[in-house]
C-alpha cells in the first residue's frame, strides 16, 4: 500500500546535538510537508518542497534543515540551534496539484524528547 | 488569503449525543475544505472533503460536513457520538489562487472527549 513512513517513532536527544527525521513516500507525490505539533498549538509548519532539490522555509524554520534530493524523501535535521525541540514532528505530502483537491497525506509522526 | 477558525478547542459529549464540531473560514477563492482526524500519537487522517458539487459532504465513520458558503462555514457531525470518535479534529482550507504555492492552511483543532 502507498503511504508516508515516518521513523523512528520516538527519538530522544541529549542537548547540543543534532538530530535528522526520516520521511519517505511511495506516493509519487511531488510535494512534501514538516510540521511541528506542540500541545494546544496545532499544527506549525517547518518547511515544504515543492520538487525535487527545491525547498521553502515555513513559518518556523528556524533551528531546522531540510534536504530534498529523492522524490521520496523529505529528512528534517534538528540541529543543537533549535532552543525547544521536544514535541511532535508530522511529515506530509500532496500530489503538487495547485488546488490541493486531494489534501495532504500525513505519516504517523515523530515524537522527539531532550534528554 | 486563506483563514480557518475553529471555535471551541475542547468539546465533552455523552455516548450517543450528537457531535457538533465548528469550523468557520476566510478565503477569497472558492474554497476546499477539508475535515482530518488524529488519534493520540498518529498521524492524521482525512475524514471528508469539499472540493465542488453537492454542499453535504460524507465522510468515514458516521461523519457528515455541510458548506455553507453564506455563513462561510464547514461544520463536522456526526448524529450519535461514540467512545472510538475521541480525538482531536481539524479543519482545513484550500483553494486555487493566482501565482504562488497554494497549501492547507489548517486551524488549531478542537479535542473531542466522549464520556459514557
Known amino acids: 500500500d502507498g503511504g508516508i513512513t515516518q521513523s523512528p517513532k520516538y527519538l530522544f536527544r541529549k542537548e547540543g546535538q543534532n538530530v535528522t527525521l526520516s520521511c519517505e513516500q511511495n506516493l509519487n507525490h511531488d510535494a512534501m510537508y514538516w510540521y511541528r505539533q506542540d500541545p494546544g498549538q496545532g499544527l506549525r509548519l517547518i518547511y515544504y518542497s515543492q520538487i525535487v532539490n527545491d525547498f521553502q522555509k515555513g513559518d518556523i524554520a528556524e533551528g531546522y534543515s531540510v534536504s530534498r534530493e529523492k522524490k521520496e524523501s523529505f529528512p528534517l535535521t534538528v540541529t543543537s540551534a533549535q532552543k525547544n525541540p521536544t514535541a511532535f514532528y508530522l511529515c506530509?505530502?500532496?500530489?503538487?496539484?495547485?488546488?490541493?483537491?486531494?489534501?495532504?497525506?500525513f505519516g504517523s509522526g515523530t515524537r522527539l524528547t531532550v534528554v | 488569503a486563506q483563514s480557518v477558525t475553529q471555535l471551541g478547542s475542547h468539546v465533552s459529549v455523552s455516548e450517543g449525543a450528537l457531535v457538533l464540531l465548528r469550523c468557520n473560514y476566510s478565503?477569497?477563492?472558492?474554497?476546499?475544505l477539508f475535515w482530518y482526524v488524529q488519534y493520540p500519537n498518529q498521524g492524521l487522517q482525512l475524514l471528508l472533503k469539499?472540493?465542488?458539487?453537492?454542499?453535504l459532504v460524507k465522510g468515514i465513520n458516521g461523519f457528515e460536513a455541510e458548506f455553507k458558503k453564506s455563513e462561510t462555514s464547514f461544520h463536522l457531525t456526526k448524529p450519535s457520538a461514540h467512545m472510538s470518535d475521541a480525538a482531536e479534529y481539524f479543519c482545513?482550507?484550500?483553494?486555487?489562487?493566482?501565482?504562488?504555492?497554494?497549501?492547507?492552511?489548517f486551524g488549531a483543532g478542537t479535542r473531542l472527549a466522549v464520556h459514557p
Open positions: 482545513a482550507v484550500s483553494g486555487l489562487s493566482s501565482g504562488g504555492y497554494n497549501k492547507l492552511i
Open positions: 478565503s477569497s477563492v472558492p474554497p476546499y
Open positions: 469539499y472540493t465542488t458539487g453537492a454542499t
Open positions: 506530509a505530502s500532496d500530489d503538487g496539484r495547485r488546488d490541493r483537491t486531494n489534501g495532504y497525506t
